[in-house]
């Protein structure tokens, strides 16, 4: 068959991918991952897979995997056309997930994909993973950047993130060693950090709310998109000087779902409200969205955004560490013994 002379010659541009824009933003990727190298990689932006060596001194070293994304908090920064905290939230909530086994995450990969690839906004967006890299002390070896034309609306994106961290496996933190009388210790969040959004978007809309609108003094949606709290250095630091019996990242599920999943079946949290002062953004969305205190409990981090495990008699000096690294920290609820099948995790009115 001849071929017909009737059609232009086409180039992938024409189909709406822009290889050198592609081009553009890894030059300015690997500027932003620089910032992050430490001991161990040896190969990292640019090549077809990045390199990273096993730092020494583990006994039986154990690699800890996590991935996440950012979820819909991602639609309120396209609104406001905000891009530079939103990769701290998505290394956050991988680095805070492998953390709470006792892992130092060594390094993180990233996923960005959009329909048409703006250099400008990847680069605020991967200029924020690149600091949340540097919040956690991990290397910011690799990832993909996918410009597909017709799979995002103008202007959207998505992110995935993607972190390897190590632990040696007798230390390893799976909540084994929890028993009743242990102490249960509150980390303060940053705000909502990324979950819940949809929720605080309904919101939003049902109320008509402007994102520019004064809240404590700084607009509300600046209140929204503060990003999520990277609790690794204290940690490790605490883990370094104190015995950690259990630590729970309070993210999608809240404190009612996320606790119980460090807990042996022969134990139960229970947390005192009013141990904490409620962050009032979390009282405003109660407010506003008529939310029972149930479900509350269960969609945000109601101003905890991690639980630290300990002993009795290693409360006060856990406290008093994680304040020394920066922390605002509450002691919030003690372990009890299980009754039957009772919920492993209770929220009670604070005791006199």
């Known amino acids: ?46 090549g077809f897979g990045a390199l990273f060596s096993l ?14 994304g950012v979820g819909t908090k991602l639609k309120l920064a396209f609104q406001l056309n905000r891009h530079d905290t939103v990769g701290i939230d998505l290394v956050a909530m991988s680095v805070n997930d492998i953390l709470v086994q006792g892992a130092e995450p060594l390094f993180f990969l990233d996923y960005f994909a959009c ?11 991967i200029g924020g993973i690149a600091a949340g890299c540097e919040l956690a002390g991990c290397a910011l070896i690799g990832g993909e950047t996918a410009e597909m034309p017709g799979m995002y609306p103008p202007g959207e994106y998505d992110l995935a993130g993607f972190a390897v961290g190590i632990v040696d496996r ?20 940053s705000g909502a950090h990324s979950n819940g959004y949809s929720l605080i978007r309904r919101i939003l809309d049902l109320h008509q709310l ?35 019996k259990g630590l729970a990242h309070i993210t999608g599920g809240g404190l009612l779902e996320n606790v119980p999943r460090v807990l042996p079946e022969r134990v139960t949290a229970v947390i005192e409200e009013g141990r904490w002062p409620m962050p009032r953004l979390f009282a405003w969305l109660k ?13 945000f981090n109601c101003g905890i955004g991690m639980v630290v495990i300990v002993a009795p008699e ?9 304040r020394q690294a920066g922390e605002t920290v509450w002691r919030i609820g003690e372990i009890r013994e299980r009754r039957g099948t009772e919920p492993q995790i209770r929220i009670e009115p604070a005791r006199p």
Request: hydrophobic share 45%.
């Open 1 to 46: 068959m001849s071929q017909s002379n009737s059609y232009p010659s086409l180039t992938y541009r024409d189909a709406g991918v822009d290889i050198d824009a592609g081009d553009r933003l890894v030059d300015a990727i690997k500027v932003l991952a620089r910032r992050t190298l430490r001991s161990g990689v040896l190969a990292g932006i640019g």
């Open 55 to 68: 730092p020494s001194g583990y006994q039986e070293p154990v690699l800890v995997a996590g991935t996440d």
């Open 115 to 125: 329909g048409k690839l703006d250099v400008d906004v990847a680069a605020q967006v």
């Open 170 to 189: 007798c230390r390893i933190i799976d909540g084994s060693r929890i028993q009743p009388a242990d102490v249960v210790l509150g980390l303060a969040s």
């Open 210 to 244: 402007d994102l520019a609108a004064d809240f404590d003094g700084r607009p509300l949606g600046e209140v929204l998109l503060a990003p999520t709290r990277i609790y690794v250095k204290p940690i490790l630091a605490l883990l370094e000087r104190l015995p950690v």
């Open 287 to 299: 407010a506003l969205g008529g939310i029972a205190d149930a479900e509350l409990y269960r969609v």
């Open 314 to 322: 290693h409360a006060e000096e856990a406290m008093r560490l994680l």
